[in-house]
């Protein structure tokens, strides 16, 4: 393969930076009559493009593998204090729900008693009341007899 360039335009822009003008013209001629020749036949160039892809799609892969482990650990981890957190919610609830049943115990017990009372009260004016009826009744029966 030949590389092709202006030798004139080439030899200018050497003098122009400073090169004298044996120096200009010896370089463009070693340019322009130098072969170039490729160090890898497309077939290589083809198989280290491949290689290269597959070396990046594995690089590739491992990082997602790497990032996906990470997430399902953090994942884990957050699903484990969620359930923390929800076994001491629970508890929780559990032991206020306990405490609220021994107070409603305890407020049934007191208006247990109360009626009690209240059934030892009605017994006694009840039969209080009948007394008296019956003394008047009694009383009225002798007064007319």
Same mark, same amino acid.
């Given at each position: 393969?030949?590389?092709?360039?202006?030798?004139?335009?080439?030899?200018?822009?050497?003098?122009?930076?400073?090169?004298?003008?044996?120096?200009?013209?010896?370089?463009?001629?070693?340019?322009?009559?130098?072969?170039?020749?490729?160090?890898?036949?497309?077939?290589?160039?083809?198989?280290?493009?491949?290689?290269?892809?597959?070396?990046?799609?594995?690089?590739?892969? @491992?990082?997602?593998?790497? &990032?996906? =482990?990470?997430?399902? $650990? #953090?994942? *884990?981890? !957050? +699903?484990?204090? %969620? /359930? @923390?957190?929800?076994?001491? &919610?629970? =508890?929780?609830?559990? $032991? #206020?729900? *306990?405490? !609220? +049943?021994?107070? %409603? /115990? @305890?407020?049934?017990?007191?208006?247990?008693?109360?009626?009690?009372?209240?059934?030892?009260?009605?017994?006694?004016? %009840?039969?209080?009341?009948?007394?008296?009826?019956?003394?008047?009744?009694?009383?009225?029966?002798?007064?007319?007899?």
């Amino acid at each position: 393969m030949r590389m092709i360039t202006s030798e004139l335009e080439s030899a200018r822009l050497l003098e122009d930076a400073g090169f004298t003008h044996v120096q200009s013209e010896a370089v463009v001629r070693v340019i322009t009559h130098m072969d170039i020749h490729n160090l890898y036949s497309s077939n290589e160039v083809d198989t280290m493009l491949s290689e290269a892809v597959e070396r990046v799609f594995d690089d590739n892969r @491992r990082k997602n593998e790497a &990032l996906e =482990a990470r997430y399902e $650990r #953090q994942f *884990e981890q !957050l +699903e484990s204090r %969620i /359930d @923390r957190q929800y076994a001491q &919610l629970e =508890a929780k609830i559990d $032991r #206020q729900c *306990e405490a !609220l +049943e021994i107070k %409603i /115990d @305890r407020l049934a017990m007191r208006h247990h008693e109360e009626l009690k009372s209240s059934r030892r009260w009605v017994v006694g004016t %009840i039969i209080t009341v009948g007394m008296a009826l019956a003394t008047y009744l009694s009383a009225l029966i002798k007064l007319y007899h």
